[in-house]
Structure formats: C-alpha cells, structure tokens
C-alpha cells in the first residue's frame, strides 16, 4: 500500500509542473525535458512514471479539471453548511469556470487549449466528456433539489438545464479568454429564470 500511495503521488507531482507550464507558456511548452527541470529530477524520472508523453498531457488535463471541480465541491459544501440558496451555490460554481482572475485564466487557456485537441484525439476527449458528465450530474442534482424547496422553475428538466448551464459557462469562459464578455451577468441571469423562487425552508 505505501508504494502505491507514493507512486499516485509522484505522477501527481509531475502533472501539477505540467499543468503550471502549460499555464504560463502554453501546452506546447510541455516537454518531459521542461517538466523534468521544473520538477528538479531527471528526463528519466519523468519517463519512469510516464513513459509516453501523451501520458503525461493526459494526467495534466485531469489535473486542471480536477481543481475547478474541486473547488466548486468546497464552495457547494460551504454553502450548504451556511445556509446559502442553490441559485447561489450554482452561481459561485460555474463562476470558478470563467477568467476571473489570473488563476483562473491561466485554468481556462489551459483547458481551451486540451479541448481543442480532445476534437480529434480519442483519449482527451475522453478525459473532458468524464469530467464535463461528473460536473453536470451534480448541476443537475443542484437543481432537482431546488425542486424539494421550491426554488427551482416548474416545467425545468434538471438534465437539460444542467447541459445548458454548463455549455454557457464554459463557452463564455473561451470567448472571455479573448474578449470582454459580462459572463458573470449572463449565467446570474439564466439561473434567476431557472430558480426564480425563495426555498420555503428558510
């Protein structure tokens, strides 16, 4: 068991010095030479524990996804200890997808940039479809509790909504990456029609 533990470890290591090349140089910058120098150890340390640089690229897809989504479970878990409305929680949720700031602009080229290669290659492409699916399943959840306490519109399908919700945040993520766009605004006011009513439990 310890041995698995600090292999997960290492390739996590890796993928996280992948992930901040591609964030400030671009995923061209990603070489097994360039990540082996950020990570201080040898082209045949990253080679170990990922053989195939496609490897490599994969696991630093998961990896940015992977912190997006991590941080919307840690804002839905605040906001449901404090308290917070659905149409709240969605809001702060899909905002972590958007370039609001230098962090999170760095996220959205990085996952711009694997998406354009998940439209020809199999493998990122099946990467993005898990992690979009997981990230609407939980929109859908969201919205289908709003049901339970009223928020949520009579007549919305979770599913749909969840599908529409997520293709507008992460569209204006993309087009915000190069243009001005009130991105923030636009999905404030789609979830205001989706979930027009206060929770008759508060």
């Known amino acids: ?17 992948a992930l901040a090349i591609a964030e400030s140089d671009g995923l061209e910058a990603v070489t097994v030479a360039h990540v082996a120098r950020r990570a201080g150890v040898s082209v045949g340390h990253v080679q170990h524990w990922y053989p195939a640089k496609e490897n490599l690229l994969i696991a630093t897809y998961s990896a940015a996804l992977a912190r997006s989504t991590d941080r919307i479970d840690d804002l839905v878990t605040t906001g ?7 149409r709240d929680m969605l809001g702060a949720a899909l905002a972590e997808l958007l370039p609001t700031d230098e962090t999170r602009r760095g996220e959205a080229r990085v996952r711009a940039q694997f998406h354009s290669r998940s439209v020809t290659d199999a493998r990122f492409a099946d990467t993005e479809r898990a992690a979009m699916r997981l990230l609407a399943r939980r929109i859908a959840t969201a919205l289908a509790n709003g049901y339970e306490c009223g928020e949520t519109a009579a ?30 605004e636009l999905i404030t006011a789609r979830l205001a029609e989706l979930l027009p009513h206060r929770c008759r439990r508060r």
């Open 1 to 17: 068991m310890p041995r698995l533990v600090d292999s997960e470890a290492r390739r996590r290591d890796l993928a996280e010095c």
């Open 80 to 86: 449901e200890s404090r308290g917070a409305t659905i």
């Open 155 to 184: 007549g919305v399908d979770p599913d749909r909504a969840a599908s529409e919700l997520l293709a507008l945040a992460t569209g204006l993520a993309t087009l915000s990456l190069t243009d001005d766009h009130p991105a923030e």
